[in-house]
């Protein structure tokens, strides 16, 4: 059992991009030597290193022939402290360049593709940018920040007709795979209800923290970018920037976003008809957090529906997983999440479909990269486990979620005309505000 809870817990903070991914191994990071020969070398950077965008950083070099070639990050300390670990694994870090500057970056012209594991509110803009300059990208999820930034996301890869990979791995996981296509091969029955949810006993609510100066060797304007210009505070940067509307969703564009793309998958779905989400900060009311921590949201589709719930502080979820997805047919219910996945029958059909837990053997980040570089190689967009548009639907999802908790309403969705039948709703959610100077440019 501590052995699954340890797990379970890496998973969780692997997510949200706290951890270094164990199994890469020090001769990943031979960056300039290769099997390939020099025409299928593939120079990478990374923009936002801090947390999961110096995990992708890891698993690319894990494939063969991908070099690092140049570093960003408004942190100098965090470049500075990327650079040392670089150096410790006996890489030759004056072929490394870095930046302050993305912009600046962009402007390299030995780079392939770009990662970006910035704050959610900056993602946009970056693979925007990105493709502009002929890039092919990695971008972290939830790959926008609000529907019109995701829309504009998958117009900007037809556009430029670049290879974009959302960093949604668990798609190229191979048991994830397999549960989806025993879903599909109808062995449940008709599937009535589908659950996703994540449970998080690893963190607590926020404690309120006074303002404070800029750290040095940050340049918090950059950071902020688009974002409404505020006084710095350390709950609002790196990695618990998630909590707060201004740069993300919470747990619902977080895990959510994660385990939702299965939800959505299994059941071959498209958007809901109607949303409706209630929870608030139950935890700890008086927490620092602007995002909820409790919260359950529905989705209406036809003939079933999708429920969404998540709750910090706590760790013991459906079916006693910490996360999952659970699709609930009239035959039994399939239960999946990181760690395997499994059917439990319906007592009246014992021993029909039950199928006993099946446990995962694999890396998806590390099997997500090497799709993302063949995928490049052979100049196939198609070949993409988890293409911009698999990343932009359920991002867009996901944010309407959030929208009906933020709106306290149950919300109606036009499939045709891409938004919801309230324009007070439209005007005041569908588009995150731009500041600072910052536009989203019309692709």
Known sequence: ???????????????????????????????????????????????????????????ALNVHGVNLVALCDVDKNVIDRRLNELSKNNVDISRIKTYGDYRKLLEQKDIDAVIIGTPDHWH???????CEA?????????????????NRMVAAQKRYNKIVQAGQWQRSQQHFKDAIDFVHGGQLGNIRTVKAWSYIDWKQPLSVKPDSPVPAGVDYKTWLGPAQLRPFNENRFHFTFRW?????????????????????????????????????????????????????????????????????????????????????????????????????????????????????????????????????????????NCPIEAGAHVATVSQMGNIAYRSKQRLNWNKQAGKFTDEAINQKYLMSSYHNGYKLPVV
Not at 302 to 328: C, K, L, M, S, T
Request: proline content about 3%.
């Open 134 to 150: 002929g890039k092919h990208v990695y971008v972290e999820k939830p790959v926008g920040n609000s529907i019109v930034e995701c």
């Open 1 to 59: 059992m501590n052995s699954r809870r340890k797990f379970l817990q890496q998973s969780a903070m692997l997510a949200a991009g706290s951890i270094i991914i164990p199994s890469v191994q020090s001769n990943a990071f031979n960056l300039f030597k290769s099997r390939y020969p020099t025409y299928n070398q593939l120079n990478i950077a990374a923009i936002g290193i801090n947390g999961m965008g110096w995990s992708n950083v890891q698993a």
């Open 244 to 384: 707060f509307w201004d740069y993300a969703g919470g747990l619902m564009t977080d895990w959510g976003v994660h385990l939702m793309d299965y939800a959505l998958m299994g059941m071959k779905a498209d958007v809901p008809k109607s949303i409706a989400a209630l929870g608030g900060k139950f935890a700890k009311p008086d927490s620092a957090d602007e995002t909820p921590d409790t919260l359950t949201a529905l989705y209406e589709f036809d003939h079933y529906n999708i429920i969404w719930e998540h709750a910090v502080g706590i760790g013991n979820g459906n079916y006693n997983r910490d996360h999952g997805i659970a699709f609930i047919g009239n035959n039994g219910t399939l239960v999946l999440n990181r760690g395997g996945w499994e059917v439990m029958e319906e007592k009246k059909n014992a021993n029909k479909v039950l199928v006993p837990f099946a446990k995962s053997v694999d890396n998806g980040l590390n099997k997500h990269w090497e799709n993302f570089v063949t995928a490049i190689r052979e100049n196939k967009y198609e070949m993409l």
């Open 124 to 130: 946009a803009l970056i693979m925007i940018h990105a």
